[in-house]
């Protein structure tokens, strides 16, 4: 290893959605290691093709399922750190392997990118994590910090340390800044969304202990995935019986549609035990058609494909602020769905109340009241929703919204805090 990277930081967000890699040599700026051709960042995805038992990650992953490539898809991984069922095991390319293993097969990936774009190892590696990895249990929090390091030291990493995915953004808007201000940063990604008050001023880099300058933290395990389950739930799910009622006057049982709609479960329905159980469903349907659509999703695998068209369609609406459409043809001919602004306000409204109230929360906490901020800082991929960027506006009508880096940004502040 040469001298520059032993004094060299590695910082790496392994995001519920995306991941990215960024590097600090010697005090200079952090830059972001390329991931995928030049891309600074990759969706957090395996590909495990039963044809040719080769593994893909990233886009590279996505693309191979999307073009119905046979084999499995797995996605929004770190939201099984802290669960039971990441020690589950599950047969990959005929070998029983634990999900776990599965995280440390994609940071491993990470680690080669990071030998192969730097041309070695840095000294330091730094880990970026979510305020709460679990809400409310602090044991399987630490479980799953300690399932996190475990998997990054089996991918090869030689010793990592941990700072709060947050606070990472927070150095990283450091950078940035000309005069001391007072600012709520706000981390919304896939799975969780995360709260700081930090004290930042251009004089305060560099220094050891920053530990005053943290006013509070907070933090909810709620984020995009959840907004996709919602959407999926009130747009997508009914029209696999979801709320249908059966010829007793019951709704079919609902538990195999939240499993559909919740990306880090999906895989678990093409099990045969689950396929045997949707199909027992049958009976609880007065419109076999609908059942007939949710077992041809479950026996071609078109779990993900359902959650991805509801991502894609929650963005488009957000984007536009206009109706963006769900086709579904590939389910069945005609068949399909929209997401309109208005939908995505009424339907997100209680995820986004939670994630304001922590917002508030993380206000108390310091102290402060709306007026003593200077600045709310957005960054991760969900803080660009339209609804959110409303609600925070109507909770902290006098602060003003700054927009960072939103993929980029923890993983540069974790090299900086390094
Ligand atoms: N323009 C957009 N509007 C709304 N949501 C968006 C937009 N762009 C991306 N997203 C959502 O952002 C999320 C991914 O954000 P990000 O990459 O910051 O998360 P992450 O870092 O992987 O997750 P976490 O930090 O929770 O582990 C996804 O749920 C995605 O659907
Ligand atoms: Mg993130």
């Known amino acids: 290893m040469t001298a520059t990277l032993q004094h060299a930081t590695l910082g790496i967000d392994f995001g519920t959605s995306n991941s990215a890699m960024a590097v600090r040599v010697a005090g200079g700026p952090a830059r972001m290691v390329p991931l995928e051709g030049a891309a600074p960042t990759l969706p957090t995805a395996l590909f495990f093709n039963a044809q040719d038992h080769t593994t893909h990650f990233g886009r590279d992953a996505v693309a191979q399922y999307l073009e119905g490539t046979e084999g499995r898809l797995m996605r929004s991984l770190k939201s099984l750190l802290g669960s039971a069922l990441l020690q589950d095991k599950t047969a990959v390319h005929n070998q029983l392997v634990s999900y ?11 680690a080669q990118k990071a030998c192969d774009g730097l041309g070695g190892m840095p000294g330091r590696v730094v880990m970026g994590r ?15 910090e300690q399932a996190l390091r475990q998997a990054a030291l089996d991918a090869g990493f030689a010793e990592v340390s941990f700072q709060l995915e947050p606070i990472a953004a927070a150095l990283d808007y450091e950078q940035r800044i000309t005069h001391e201000s007072v600012v709520l940063v706000v981390d919304i990604g896939g799975g969780t969304s995360d709260f700081t008050i930090v004290r930042l001023a251009p004089e305060r880099r560099g220094r050891e202990d920053r530990s005053s300058d943290v006013l509070a933290t907070t933090g909810v395990h709620v984020g995009g ?3 996709d389950r919602r959407l999926s739930l009130d747009l997508l799910m009914p029209l696999l019986g979801f709320r249908h009622t059966g010829p007793t006057g019951r709704e079919v049982p609902s538990r195999v549609f939240f499993e559909l709609s919740t990306w880090h479960l999906i895989q ?16 609880d349907y007065s419109n076999v058609q609908l059942h007939a659509r949710l077992m041809r999703v479950l026996h071609e695998r078109l779990g993900h494909r359902m959650a991805n068209t509801v991502e894609q369609a929650k963005i488009a609406a957000s984007l536009a602020d206009a109706d963006a459409p769900m086709p579904l043809d590939w389910i069945e001919p005609g068949l399909g769905a929209a997401v309109t602004p208005a939908g995505l306000a ?15 929360e993380c206000v108390q906490l310091a102290g402060l009241s709306g007026e003593g901020l200077d600045a709310i800082y957005l960054t991760g991929g969900s803080s660009a929703l339209r609804p959110l960027r409303q609600a925070l506006q109507v909770a902290f009508p006098d602060t003003p919204q700054v927009e960072g880096d939103l993929f980029g940004g923890v993983a540069a502040g974790l090299a900086v805090s390094g």
């Open 268 to 283: 678990w329905l093409y099990s045969p035990r689950a396929l045997r159980d949707a199909q027992n469903l049958r009976t």
């Open 100 to 110: 776990q293993d599965i995280i440390s097969l994609f940071l491993r990936m990470l």
């Open 346 to 360: 009424q339907f997100l409204a209680q995820p986004l109340a939670q994630v304001v109230a922590c917002a508030h």
């Open 225 to 227: 995935t959840d907004f």
């Open 130 to 144: 979510p305020v709460h990895f679990v809400d409310g249990d602090a044991d399987r929090d630490q479980q799953a």
